[in-house]
């Protein structure tokens, strides 16, 4: 099955969400830095001032040192024994003598230092000096406790920096649920996912049940499911179990809910962890921490690993090669890959995966083996929401006038999420107003709540903006059931999806060469969204953008590579290198290739103005049906339109048993003709 995405929206892309996840604010590691710093240089400095403020000193050789007490000069002498040094306190008078500077500069007690070669030398000197009459004070002893303090300045500022360190892995260790203290520092390598076991702390049992809607996802992991349950049945056959699975899907949707709904229903442990957990400031961590992860659950398996927004690891390398890159990231996601290599398709661990973005993520990740399996989860349609409301709806005291039908009506374009959300906030207005059981008034009070708060964060759209976008997908649907060679249609659907407000799912045909007519069919029913919009709401917009550039490409494509072109019949200026700058045509060519792109489309264009206007009864009864129920199918459009008089190919061959042609597909021009 083929799926087109319709109706983009040009303006607003983003569809990130803050509400659900509770992610703590990083610290700033800027202040840690700044202390360190300060206190580093204020031991630099404060070091060497300390000793000069109190008291200057100055080493000197054992002679001048007997000069200084035969001119009289000392004050008192302290010899140090451990040292082998004695320290000769200066007489004020004497200090200009000394140090060539005033007590200012010295303080009142500087000293000056000398190592002595035999204490009885010294005090044999000393004796002498007294009974000479040069030196009248003291000679007195000390020990080195001076030293303690030495070493207690050398160490200290390592000290400090430890301190600090610890202080910050405290830190880390904490906001990851790690047991902090020391363990902190020997945690930062350790994965932190958060693991919901049996008779663990956190254990809740979610089953599919709590899982409202998804029935095609629901369907999908299914089978996970069986594998880790009973994987003797597939590996017997030869089967290869695989190894992850992808959820994608917009935020809210339930991705992290299924993947606990098939933990839950297979009885296994579930491992969780977020993509950005990964990724920290220091180099490796990331990449021990994915070792981590699987060391722990292998040691767990059966089990499942659920990695939320992978896109934090898991973006394409090397395409901001020329930005420098990210180097840790990029080491981490080879850590992943390597590890989903490394373990064997039996050993019970299955890994999903959820993210938004599908199409950033590196392309080796989705490779066979990895992440194969991609199943869509996307918002809910009107039926969904229903399901989803009568989830949540449950623990909370309802009115009996409360009509669920309206509620799902009234919230289009809310996920899952958003639903819970306008449960919990109704409850909450309840009994702010002392209520006894959650009313009408207050449901639709909480949706205008969320829906002011979630404007510009979701795809939350207006009455007129359902309806246009149910005009426009009703275009595409009109026209392609009324033209011969269009894909038949499967469903038309106005729930927003991905960057997509609206979609039209067709099952291609399985042909190995398009005619012309088949691709100008497409064409007129691609543009048949516009037309439609131009035609019943007056207006053209920025829905269409997607369409259009399909569109264009297409008539490029027929017109400049497959000589589908009357102007320009027989020609292909397909160029098979990639960054060639030449034209292969003349600058009169590019022109003309120009005009009949236009000419190609505007008269595909007119031509589904036409036909809706023809069909105009038939494409407004679709444009209402879709509004009302967001989701049509096949049936639906048959009902309205009558039989497609057309049976499509694959049917024919089906029941005529010829055979298929056997004209030569197109090739690409090969090596001779380009030379
Ligand atoms: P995602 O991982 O896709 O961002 P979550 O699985 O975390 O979304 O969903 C958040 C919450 O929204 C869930 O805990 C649940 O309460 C609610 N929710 C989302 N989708 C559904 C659903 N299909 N059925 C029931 N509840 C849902
Ligand atoms: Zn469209």
């Known amino acids: 099955m083929e799926e087109q995405d319709h109706l983009k929206n040009a303006t607003s892309q983003n569809t990130s969400r803050n509400g659900g996840n509770n992610k703590k604010p990083r610290m700033s590691f800027t202040w840690v830095y700044i202390v360190i710093a300060l206190a580093l240089g204020y031991l630099f400095f404060a070091g060497d001032d300390l000793q000069k403020s109190g008291t200057a000193s100055k080493n000197i050789t054992y002679t001048q040192f007997q000069e200084y007490v035969e001119n009289g000069y000392a004050n008192k002498i302290v010899a140090n024994k451990d040292e082998g040094t004695a320290r000769m306190y200066v007489k004020p008078e004497h200090i200009r003598d000394v140090f060539k500077s005033g007590v200012e500069q010295t303080g009142k007690q500087p000293y000056v230092q000398t190592e002595y070669g035999s204490p009885d030398k010294l005090e044999e000197f000393i004796t002498q000096q007294k009974e000479l009459g040069n030196f009248t004070g003291e000679l007195s002893y000390r020990r080195s406790n001076d030293t303690l303090m030495q070493l207690f300045w050398n160490v200290f500022p390592l000290l400090l920096i430890i301190f600090v360190w610890m202080f910050i892995m405290r830190r880390m260790g904490n906001s990851g649920g790690g047991f902090g203290g020391m363990g902190g520092i020997f945690n930062v390598g350790r994965s932190r996912a958060q693991l919901v076991e049996k008779g663990g702390e956190n254990e809740s049992k979610v089953t599919f049940k709590d899982v409202a809607g998804q029935a095609s996802a629901k369907q999908e992991v299914q089978e996970i499911v069986e594998f880790l349950k009973n994987p003797k049945k597939f590996t017997d056959l030869g089967g290869k179990i695989p190894k992850g699975a992808l959820l994608v899907g917009p935020p809210g949707t339930g991705k992290t809910l299924l993947a606990k709904a098939v933990a839950g229903e297979a009885d296994v442990p579930f491992f969780s962890m977020s993509g950005s957990d990964f990724v920290e400031m220091f180099v490796g961590v990331g990449a021990s921490r994915v070792r981590d992860l699987f060391r722990q659950a292998k040691e767990k398996a059966p089990c499942i690993i659920f990695i939320d927004e992978i896109d934090a690891v898991g973006r394409a390398r090397a395409n901001n090669a020329m930005m420098g890159g990210n180097d840790e990231r990029e080491s981490t996601l080879n850590q992943l890959l390597t590890e989903m290599d490394g373990f064997g398709t039996n050993s019970g661990v299955i890994i999903m995966a959820a993210t938004n973005r599908a199409d950033i993520l590196d392309k080796a990740l989705l490779r066979a083996g990895r992440f194969d399996r991609q199943i869509h989860v996307d918002l809910p349609d009107l039926n969904e929401r229903k399901a989803v409301f009568k989830v949540h709806l449950k623990p909370i005291k309802v009115d009996k006038s409360l009509d669920i039908d309206l509620l799902a009506r009234q919230t289009p374009g809310f996920s899952g999420a958003d639903i819970a959300n306008v449960c919990n906030e109704a409850a909450l207005i309840a009994a702010r107003h002392g209520k006894q059981a959650v009313t009408k008034e207050d449901f639709i009070a909480a949706v205008d709540r969320i829906v002011g708060g979630l404007e510009k964060k979701t795809k939350v759209m207006t009455e007129e903006e359902k309806r246009t976008i ?191 042609a056997t004209e030569q597909p197109e090739t690409e021009p090969s090596e001779e003709q380009k030379a």
């Open 470 to 660: 149910a005009l426009h997908e009703a275009g595409h649907a009109t026209i392609s059931w009324n033209l011969q060679y269009a894909n038949p249609l499967i469903k038309v659907t106005i729930v927003p999806r991905g960057r997509a407000l609206g979609a039209a799912w067709y099952l291609p045909e399985e042909r190995q060469i398009t005619t012309r007519e088949q691709m100008l069919d497409e064409m007129c029913a691609t543009l048949g969204g516009r037309a439609a919009e131009e035609l019943f709401t007056g207006h053209i917009s920025s829905g269409a953008m997607n369409d259009l550039e399909r569109v264009t490409k297409q008539a490029y494509g027929m017109i400049a590579y497959m000589g589908m072109s009357d102007a320009l019949p027989n020609l292909c200026y397909y160029n098979q290198q990639e960054y060639s700058w030449q034209r292969p045509y003349s600058e009169a060519t590019a022109q003309l290739i120009d005009q009949e792109v236009k000419r190609m489309i505007n008269e595909q264009y007119e031509r589904a103005k036409q036909l809706l206007l023809e069909k105009q009864k038939g494409h407004a009864a679709l444009a209402n049906l879709l509004v009302e129920r967001e989701v049509i199918y096949a049936e639906d459009v048959e009902k309205i339109f009558g039989k497609r008089p057309w049976v499509s190919r694959t049917e024919e061959l089906l029941t005529s048993q010829e055979e298929p």
